[in-house]
């Protein structure tokens, strides 16, 4: 019998030709936390992934308490008890909690005795007692659709302990949790494992592994660089051997003079189905960052839309001292927006780049003359934005969307979006699912414009950036801003602490 | 060239499925696709009767196939905006309907008569088709549930006034209009011969064209399309997503209108109560055939004409049955509905 | 009154099963507008097997009625599974493909049809022509006044349909399978992340929808209608696919719909004859149930949700 519950040898795992994963062997000891380090695209996902049966390595074996085992389906893994938490949560939004943790093992019971019927008593009994005995508390007859970010995650969880997961691989948890809610995870984490749960934890956090892990895998572009006793490493060598050459990690930030208020917002409210936006009142002037942080689905997303007129929206908005707040879309064109779900809202994906953009300026004169398109103004517009903003892709100006990369995606909305003479640019979530070098030109590219004397708006549920960009912070919690201050008079804990509208 | 390789492949597939069927009931296939060209003019047939030579039976053709082009339009132009319009073909009834008891009964000149005729066909499919948009928009009505739900009242309704207002005691059908009003000129004799003039052809031409700017070049295109393809991004852009789905759908309608002006003065002459029109229904596969596009459509028309049209002949002179033609025309849709994988599997490689 | 509830239920019940196949379908993903080519290539199955073999089962008759309706299930399950493979494995566009399926259902019934009827009986009719299965009176309960309508002169096809429905529904509520393709239609990746299979799922669920498509073209066909050709389904596919959007996609409000449709038609027919009406009135009574749907729709339609992942062409390599 082997000491370690999972073994994998030599493995390596190739993309199109690209290597994610070349010839790495790790062991994890049952009923540790050990955790895997490495930045966006180290290949600590895709090395997972074959761990819990999604893709198949190249080559290499995984050996399972010592057995050789060929993980082919999610199927396979939970049968050696082998659960993952998604990054994006797989949960079907109509169900219940219940019945997303007990999908495809329901407890039976016969009506009459004769008719088998799914017993969601029994289940919701059972998710009852599971979310008792672990401290992850959830009510078991919330519809998932009307939860929280935190609750889903909760829920994945449970999804796994319901199937008996001996071994629980966590992908980037903490990435949409607020500090306090990253706390709890931790703790519920370290819980697992006091009851003899091995924990694997993929992260690019260094202080949330030095918290709880116990041994930590680093990765970098695919390759393993070190394995290490957490006790034994300090937290900058981690940091160095994870991005491999010296990183700064504070981003350079002149300071600047501020101008004229660009954008007056008072009283704002939103209504959709329920009140989302209340009574928010902020101002932003030429050359500030101004931003809000707060929970995923706290009404920040609302803000920007009732901004660009999308959402109807009582109170007043007034940008350049005009009033705004009743005019349309279209006559509101000029604020940039780069909207938070690209390819929901930002993006026609169907559409070439020369169309996507002029998505929001196609009728102006310089592309529309009597109602008559002009496609060579298009392409010509497109030509100089790929090439201004370094957009790779394989037709010019004729590529299909579709068939580009997430964060070449991102970039024609951020060229769009910012090649327009604007006063204001609002950004949501700008870097969500982009790579560090990404990140960082989207980052870049926010400084240039606040340099340039442009309103900035940056919502993003990513604390981090928040902290790194910002000039001022409001947080919203609940539809409401719970405070607003100067960047550094806010320590990040106390932003969590707003964020969870608990703030003493 | 890559936009028309699978129509090609999925035509060829079919024709070649045709043959082994024809085969199988004992008949000879080459024959057999002989006389659907036979039959639609573009080869001369043994034999023909007085004043009737091939290009006689190609103007026939012309005036076949004039309402099936309008109608692969409309469906054409509501997919674009991601509608699905399955009521052309209540919008032609309508359409044709209206023409017939304003105009077509009128002893209106035929100078005045025929632009009336276009005119009103426009006005009454647009009307139509625009109701149907309008339920969207307004009460979130799956255009689907709202187009077969004014197929059916339609249907009924212009039946209820035809047989009690403009029956025809003798054939069942609408009383015939007068030749002034009528699109299509016929029996004209010109060099011996007794030749149908369909004036609608002409306006199909014009108005293919006309399509293919709209949707290509010109600004409400682009918004069809954007909406068409996403909804939400639309509204980000600043499109009134409401207002464009009701103007697609009023385009979508009026040429509807026009296919049903076209079918039933100038091809027929009369309205059959209770029945809808099959067009409408077929003008689905024509435009699918077509790759959704207005010239593509065209073409697509010309082609499944010659094989419906030309399918009585082929069935009178080689006792081929003329279903034969009706399952060739489904099996290109089966053929072109597997063309989406195809592409799949080339983006993969 | 009586043959208003008689002629409703017997034209309602095979809209609601048709109906209920598309449920299945739709819930779980796939679109599907093909019910009418499913019903057609369903009624000639049976009808065929019942023309076929009237010298031994006279039709009518109860051994006939089993074989029509076991052909007309195996043949519209049969040719479902064409659809099936064009929207699962040719990752076909689900509307094309089913209005395809409509225009090829149409197409092979009748050249069959009509190739069988010279080839066998030497007539060159595009019908197969049936008897009417028959009808029973249940004793007592139809001798209630009003109600006891309901029990008198029923179809045979009426009680399976009835009895199919009530499995229906306790299969897609309360059943895994049902569960699972329930879930199908919201989040298909959610579903293979339980290791579910999401394609055999689908699979299933569009061969039940030629299943009771079938059902429901063979009632037609072998009750009020005694025959089989094209022109006694066209229509009423899309009417069915009307009362399950109408119904929200679920399975209760669906039947609702059905009922509307199937007692306005009765209801218009018999007032017409009452009021002695000349048979052209009987149009414009016809217009009636599509009226009240339309407007029906106008104040129900706000809240209504198609199925979220409906139409979305499933990959399984997207994580």
């Known amino acids: 019998m082997s000491d370690y519950i999972i073994e994998m040898k030599n493995i390596t795992k190739k993309f199109k030709g690209i290597v994610a994963n070349e010839n790495i062997n790790l062991s994890i000891k049952k009923g540790e936390i050990f955790a895997i380090l490495g930045e966006n695209g180290a290949g600590k996902s895709t090395l997972m992934s074959m761990l819990f049966g999604m893709n198949k390595p190249d080559e290499g074996e995984i050996y399972i308490n010592g057995q050789p085992r060929d993980i082919k389906s999610p199927n396979d893994a939970y049968k050696l008890n082998i659960g993952m938490v998604h990054q994006h949560f797989k949960l079907v939004s109509e169900y219940t909690i219940t019945e997303n943790i007990v999908l495809g093992n329901e407890p039976m019971k016969k009506k009459f005795g004769l008719f088998p019927h799914v017993d969601l008593k029994e289940a919701n009994q059972k998710v009852k007692e599971l979310s008792q005995k672990y401290g992850l508390q959830v009510n078991p007859t919330d519809i998932i659709k009307n939860t929280t970010v935190s609750t889903m995650q909760r829920v994945e969880i449970l999804k796994m302990l319901y199937k008996e997961a001996e071994i629980l691989i966590f992908d980037e948890p903490t990435a949409v949790l607020t500090p306090q809610e990253i706390e709890l995870l931790l703790e519920v984490i370290v819980n697992l494992k006091k009851s003899g749960k091995t924990i694997i934890l993929i992260t690019h956090k260094l202080d949330e592994v030095k918290k709880v892990a116990n041994r930590c895998a680093i990765l970098n572009k695919g390759k393993l660089i070190d394995i290490q006793e957490v006790a034994n490493i300090s937290t900058q060598d981690m940091a160095r051997l994870m991005v491999a050459k010296e990183m700064s990690f504070n981003i350079y930030k002149p300071t600047i003079e501020l101008g004229d208020i660009i954008l007056d917002i008072n009283n704002l409210c939103v209504k959709t189905n329920i009140d989302v936006v209340k009574n928010v009142s902020f101002k932003i002037h030429a050359g500030e960052i101004f931003s809000i942080a707060g929970v995923s689905g706290n009404g920040q997303v609302e803000i920007a839309d009732a901004i660009c007129g999308i959402l109807p929206c009582k109170g007043s908005i007034k940008f350049n001292n005009i009033e705004i707040s009743s005019l349309s879309v279209r006559e509101r064109v000029n604020i940039g927006y780069i909207p938070e779900d690209r390819h929901k809202h930002g993006l026609i994906l169907d559409f070439d780049i020369s169309r996507n953009a002029v998505l929001r300026d196609y009728y102006k004169p310089q592309f529309c003359k009597d109602n008559i398109i002009l496609k060579n103004e298009f392409v010509k517009f497109a030509d100089s934005l790929i090439s201004k903003y370094d957009i790779r892709c394989a037709n010019g100006a004729k590529t299909n969307m579709r068939s580009m990369s997430g964060g070449n995606q991102q970039k024609v909305i951020i060229a769009r979006e910012t090649s327009r003479i604007s006063k204001l640019v609002i950004f949501v979530q700008p870097t969500r699912g982009l790579d560090i070098g990404a990140r960082q030109n989207i980052h870049n590219e926010i400084l240039r414009l606040r340099a340039m004397g442009t309103a900035i708006l940056l919502i993003s549920l990513e604390l981090d950036e928040i902290m790194q960009l910002s000039d001022t912070i409001g947080v919203i919690y609940n539809g409401e801003i719970q405070t607003i201050k100067e960047a550094s008079q806010l320590s990040k804990e106390d932003v969590g602490e707003f964020m969870m509208g608990v703030h003493a | ?349 | 009154m009586d043959t208003i509830i008689i002629d409703g239920m017997s034209f309602s019940l095979p809209l609601l099963i048709a109906a209920i196949g598309c449920i299945y379908c739709e819930r779980s993903g796939i679109i599907n507008l093909a019910i009418e080519g499913f019903m057609g290539v369903g009624a000639f199955s049976g009808a065929l097997a019942v023309v076929l073999t009237s010298n031994i089962f006279p039709q009518g008759g109860i051994a006939s009625f089993i074989l029509a309706m076991t052909c007309a299930i195996l043949g519209a399950t049969l040719f479902s599974l064409l659809h099936a493979l064009l929207c699962i494995k040719f990752s076909a566009n689900q509307t094309i493909s089913g209005i395809t399926m409509n225009i090829l259902a149409i197409a092979l019934t009748t050249f069959l049809t009509k190739q069988i009827n010279s080839s066998l009986f030497n007539k060159p009719s595009a019908k197969l022509e049936l008897g009417i299965t028959q009808k029973f009176t249940i004793p007592y309960l139809s001798e209630i006044p009003i109600i006891g309508a309901f029990f008198q002169e029923i179809y045979i096809f009426n009680i399976v349909i009835i009895i199919v429905a009530i499995l229906a529904w306790y299969f897609l509520y309360y059943r895994k399978f049902g569960v699972y393709l329930r879930a199908c239609g919201d989040n298909p990746q959610a579903v293979a992340a339980c290791g579910i299979d999401v394609v055999k799922t689908r699979m299933y669920a569009i061969m039940i929808s030629g299943a009771l498509s079938g059902i429901a073209g063979i009632s037609f066909a072998y009750s009020i209608f005694a025959n089989f050709s094209s022109n006694i389904y066209v229509g009423y596919g899309y009417l069915s696919i009307a009362a399950l959007i109408f119904g929200n996609w679920k399975i209760i409000p669906t039947l609702f719909a059905c009922l509307i449709f199937g007692f306005s038609r009765s209801l218009g027919y018999s007032i017409s004859s009452m009021l002695e009406l000349p048979s052209t009135f009987s149009d414009i009574i016809m217009t009636l149930p599509y009226i009240l749907t339309l407007l029906l729709l106008i104040f129900f339609s706000k809240n209504n949700k198609m199925p979220k992942a409906l139409g979305e062409i499933y990959d399984q390599s997207k994580r």
């Open chain 2, 1 to 349: 060239m890559k936009k028309i390789k699978i129509p090609l492949i999925s035509l060829g597939l079919s024709l070649i499925t045709g043959i082994i069927v024809i085969l199988l009931i004992g008949k000879n296939p080459l024959t057999a696709y002989q006389n659907l060209l036979q039959g639609s003019g573009l080869l001369p047939k043994p034999s023909y009767a007085g004043y009737k030579n091939m290009f006689t039976d190609f103007m026939v053709f012309l005036n076949t196939l004039t309402p099936m082009v309008f109608a692969a339009l409309s469906v054409v132009v509501a997919f674009k905006a991601g509608l699905f319009n399955i009521g052309v073909s209540s919008q032609m009834l309508f359409a044709g309907f209206i023409a017939t008891i304003t105009i077509g009964y009128s002893p209106l000149n035929g100078f005045i008569a025929k632009p009336l005729v276009i005119i009103i066909g426009i006005m009454a499919g647009a009307l139509l088709g625009a109701l149907i948009g309008f339920l969207k928009y307004k009460f979130n009505i799956n255009e689907v549930v709202s187009s077969i739900m004014l197929n059916y009242i339609v249907q009924y309704t212009t039946s209820f006034f035809i047989n009690t207002k403009y029956i025809d005691v003798v054939s069942r059908q609408s009383k015939n209009i007068s030749p002034d009003a009528s699109l299509t000129l016929k029996n004209i004799e010109i060099a011996g011969l007794k030749i149908d003039i369909p004036l609608g052809f002409v306006v199909a031409i014009i108005v293919v064209i006309i399509i293919k700017i709209i949707i290509n070049n010109t600004k409400f295109g682009y918004e069809i399309e954007a909406v068409g393809k996403n909804k939400e991004a639309s509204t980000y852009a600043g499109i009134n997503v409401g207002i464009t789905l009701v103007k697609a759908m009023l385009l979508s309608g009026a040429l509807a209108g026009l296919a049903g002006v076209t079918y039933y003065l100038g091809l027929n002459l009369s309205i059959q109560p209770r029945t809808l029109p099959t067009i409408g229904f077929d003008a689905i596969a024509v435009a699918l055939f077509g790759n959704l596009s207005a010239i593509g459509s065209f073409i697509a028309s010309f082609i499944i004409t010659i094989i419906t049209k030309g399918s009585a002949y082929m069935s009178s002179i080689s006792k081929v049955p003329a279903e034969i033609a009706s399952i060739i025309i489904a099996l290109i849709l089966v053929f072109s509905a597997c063309g989406a994988y195809i592409k799949l599997k080339k983006g993969a490689k």
